[in-house]
C-alpha cells in the first residue's frame, strides 16, 4: 500500500511538472485567472553603448513562488536567472541588432503559467561631435578651495580628495530593497538618508554650503573630446559617478557617467555605492 501511495504522488508531480529538464519535457500548464501577473515593461529602449552592462529584471506577481525563462524569436542572445528574474546578454554583441525580440515565461509552483512578448530596441549611442565637451570650455581650478569653476555653464564643481575617495547608494540599502520588489513604489526615487544626493546637500567646500548632485547632463560638460575628464581636475577616479538623472529602463537604476572610457549615461542599479563629484550653480 506504502509503495502505491508513492507512486500517486509521483505522477501527480510529473503531471503538474513535467518530465525531464529544458525545453524537451513535456508540461501540462494551467490556464486562467490564477496565472502570474506581469509587472515589468514589455518594451525598452538602450543605447548601443549601454549593451555591456545592460540588465533588466522581470517582475511578475503571484501568491506562490515564481521562476523566468526566455523563450522563442532571440532568447538565444540571453541568459535569465530564473529566480530573481535578472536577465542580460550572454556575452557582449560585436555588432548588435537594432531590435530583438522574444517571450518572457513567469510560471509558478502549481503550473500557472504566463506569457510577456518583450521587445529590446538598440540605438545608436552618445555622439561625441555633437557631446558638449569640457575641453572647449573655460575650466579653471582653485587649488586654495579644491573646486573647478566653468565660466560657460556658470557651475563650480567639486574636486578635494573626497571626489575620489566617497561612494554612496543613490537610495538606501534598505529602500533599494523596498524599491526591486514594487518598482511602481514612491521609495524608489526617496533620497533620504546616507545617499549621493544627501552627501552634495551637507557637503560644505569652498566656503559653500549649497551643493548639489548633478544631472547626467551636467556631468557630459567637464568630459574632454576622447571622454575623460577636464585636465583642470585633480582627484577623480576610474569608476563611476552618479547623477540625478533616473534610469530609462526602470526605476530601480539611476544614471552614471564614466571618465575613464568615456561611457556617458549607463544605467545603475540604485543600491549599488559609487563615487560622487558634487556641483553648485555660480548664479
Not at 532571440?74 to 530583438?100: C, E, H, R
Request: proline share 2%; glycine share 8%.
Amino acid at each position: 500500500m506504502k509503495q502505491k501511495t508513492i507512486w500517486l504522488m509521483l505522477l501527480i508531480v510529473l503531471t503538474i511538472h513535467g518530465c525531464g529538464g529544458g525545453s524537451g519535457g513535456t508540461k501540462s500548464f494551467v490556464e486562467g485567472e490564477n496565472n502570474p501577473a506581469f509587472l515589468s515593461s514589455n518594451h525598452i529602449t538602450i543605447q548601443k553603448d549601454e549593451i555591456e552592462t545592460f540588465t533588466f529584471k522581470v517582475v511578475a506577481k503571484d501568491a506562490s513562488e515564481v521562476v523566468y525563462y526566455v523563450i522563442g524569436g532571440d532568447s538565444d542572445a540571453f541568459v535569465i536567472d530564473m529566480l530573481t528574474g535578472v536577465m542580460n546578454f550572454k556575452s557582449v554583441p560585436s555588432q548588435p541588432k537594432a531590435t530583438y525580440k522574444f517571450n518572457f515565461v513567469a510560471e509558478d509552483s502549481l503550473g500557472h503559467r504566463e506569457v510577456q512578448k518583450f521587445t529590446l530596441n538598440v540605438i545608436g549611442g552618445v555622439d561625441r561631435a555633437e557631446m558638449p565637451s569640457g575641453a572647449n570650455r573655460e575650466l579653471l581650478r582653485d587649488d586654495s578651495k579644491k573646486i573647478v569653476t566653468d565660466s560657460s555653464s556658470k557651475l563650480m564643481w567639486q574636486d578635494d580628495e573626497e571626489a575620489m575617495s566617497v561612494q554612496k547608494p543613490w537610495i538606501t540599502r534598505e529602500n533599494y530593497l523596498v524599491c526591486i520588489d514594487n518598482i511602481s513604489s514612491d521609495i524608489c526615487n526617496d533620497t533620504s538618508g546616507d545617499t549621493a544626493t544627501n552627501y552634495c546637500e551637507e557637503l560644505t567646500l569652498g566656503g559653500y554650503e549649497d551643493w548639489r548632485l548633478p544631472s547626467i547632463t551636467e556631468l557630459t560638460t567637464i568630459m574632454n573630446k576622447n571622454g575623460g575628464i577636464n585636465k583642470e581636475f585633480k582627484y577623480t577616479s576610474d569608476m563611476p559617478y552618479w547623477s540625478s538623472t533616473v534610469g530609462d529602463i526602470s526605476a530601480e537604476k539611476a544614471k552614471v557617467i564614466v571618465f575613464s572610457n568615456g561611457r556617458v549615461g549607463v544605467d545603475v542599479f540604485k543600491g549599488s555605492e559609487t563615487y560622487i563629484r558634487c556641483v553648485r550653480d555660480m548664479e
